[in-house]
């Protein structure tokens, strides 16, 4: 089966760049990406490419070389899913913020919403493949909906789970360590509809680093891939507390023990805490699915990753507090950084959100910079909290373009995303300009303790 259309649901952080790849890669198929967000669409057909909604670095040039030869941005949803052979549905799959499941189970109204548009809309055969992070057996549901909401029409459902990191995602997606497809391996449709897939990553991906399981496995795989990644994050800043105690330091902990090849020195970096939209919804996911198969050990397992890593955001903010002598009621403390991780302006769940969250409970004034993310979106994720009213935030929160502005005078600035350009900031003159004792506290082991208490800074670092 030769695919010719491609239509992706959802021009997201994940829809957005994988689909600029795959149709990089693959000239002769056309691309379409879908969404509801008309903002979004428009700024991804943005005549100058580097207003694209998503910052990610490579990613404009990508845009750039395939936007109008086969990659097409749209808001005509009903349009692109008739056109396609083969459907991408990357819609969010937010945690639940409503009835049973609330706060864990993931939402799976967007999805839905998707599956009963394709079966109405539908009039050829698709393949609909879900590109979206999902419950292991939702393939089932999706079946069920467009067998019996449908025009008659076949479909065939793969599951094609999505690896990109955030910041990397155009070099994940160019040289992935591994594509992972399920499918009905044991029909020939199913084989067929795999093959078919394959033939599309296969433009640029080695054959061996294709990987083809059953449906069930490879939405599973999904979630505990996020599920290990997160739980390295976790172990290493649980020793990263114990190392402050004792005296060892987390980076050298790290470093032996991620020499050792079991074990790997990926993933091993201590820090105020991950971020991002994945690792907590999915990790709560998988807690959710586990109690629901009432295997509570598992779930009980899997949940302390998360009771960690609040743990660890939570007492970096706390140690801002207690190092300026028990309160920062009216002090002025400086963010640098606010998107969860750096090379990214994504800030879902992003640690900052709750250390400032914890400092203006403790009615700290904050100033804030980070070089990719809005004034708009740090008001938006801080209003999300629903913790106070818009006014307070705007009257305790200010936002700033220049970083030597928002240490202007500041008790104490907190490192928070690990952006390369604050290393090579003038930390003399930050450090002339702030309050004294001038506290710094780094949250991301981003800057050389010798050389910042050598200006003169009281240095804080995790671990
Ligand atoms: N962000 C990541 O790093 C990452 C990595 C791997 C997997 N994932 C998974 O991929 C999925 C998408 O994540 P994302 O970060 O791209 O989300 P996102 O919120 O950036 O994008 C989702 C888009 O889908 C659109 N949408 C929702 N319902 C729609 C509908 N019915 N019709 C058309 N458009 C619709 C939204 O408007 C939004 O623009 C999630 O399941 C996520 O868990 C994300």
């Known amino acids: 089966m030769k695919i ?12 957005g760049p994988t689909m600029a790849v795959i149709a990089q890669k693959c000239p002769e198929i056309n691309v379409t990406v ?43 949803v009903d349009k692109a899913i008739d056109q396609a052979d083969m459907i991408f549905i990357s819609v969010n799959t937010p945690t639940k913020t409503y009835g049973m499941g ?32 999902l419950p292991v057996r939702t393939a089932e549901a999706l079946k069920n909906i467009l067998e019996n909401t449908g025009n008659g029409v ?33 029909t020939e449709k199913g084989k067929e509809a795999v093959q078919a897939l394959v033939d599309v990553y296969a433009h640029w991906v080695p054959k061996e680093q294709i990987l083809t399981t059953n449906v069930w496995s490879s939405e599973l795989s999904k979630l505990t891939a996020n599920a290990f990644l997160a739980q390295r994050v976790s172990s290493i800043n649980a020793m990263s507390e114990l190392c402050e105690k004792t005296g060892a ?41 586990a109690k629901s198969f009432g295997l509570n050990e598992v779930a009980d397992y899997w949940e302390q990753v998360i009771t960690m890593n609040d743990h660890q955001k939570k007492r970096f903010a706390l140690n801002i507090v207690r190092t300026l002598f028990n309160t920062v009621s009216g002090k002025k403390i400086a963010l640098l950084g606010w998107a969860f991780k750096k090379d990214t302006n994504d800030t879902r769940e992003s640690a900052a959100i709750y250390v400032s969250d914890y400092l203006l409970n403790e009615q700290a004034d904050i100033v804030i910079y980070d070089p990719k993310v809005t004034e708009e ?38 490192v928070l995303t690990e952006w390369d350009e604050f290393k090579d900031y003038d930390w003399q003159r930050i450090y002339d300009g702030m309050l004294k004792p001038a506290f710094l506290f780094d949250g991301r082991q981003l800057l050389n303790r010798k050389k910042k208490e050598d200006i003169g800074f009281e240095f804080y670092a995790i671990g």
């Open 249 to 289: 330091d987390v980076n050298e902990v790290a470093k032996a023990v991620g020499m050792d090849s079991r074990i790997g020195p990926k993933f091993l970096k201590s820090s105020v805490g991950f971020g991002g939209s994945c690792f907590q919804k999915d990790i709560l996911n998988l807690v959710y699915i």
């Open 154 to 186: 076949s479909f065939q459902i793969l599951s094609n789970p999505e690896f990109l990191a955030e910041g990397t995602a155009v070099e994940d997606l160019m040289q992935p360590d591994r594509v992972l497809i399920g499918g009905d391996i044991d």
């Open 377 to 414: 979106q740090i008001y938006a994720d801080l209003n999300y909290l629903g913790t106070r009213s818009e006014e307070e935030n705007i009257a305790r929160v200010t936002v700033l373009s220049n970083p030597y502005e928002v240490c202007e005078n500041a008790h104490a600035i907190a």
């Open 34 to 76: 879908v969404d509801i967000n008309e903002k979004r669409i428009a700024a991804w057909n943005d005549e100058n490419v580097e207003n694209i909604p998503i910052y990610e670095p490579g990613l404009s040039k990508v845009v750039e070389e395939a936007r109008d030869r086969n990659l097409f941005f749209s808001t005509d």
């Open 102 to 133: 609330k706060g864990m189970a993931a939402d799976l109204k967007f999805i839905e919403l998707c599956a009963r548009q394709i079966a109405r809309v539908s009039t050829s055969d698709k393949i609909v493949i879900e590109k979206s992070t």
């Open 4 to 15: 010719k259309n491609i239509c992706c649901i959802g021009a997201g952080y994940v829809g």
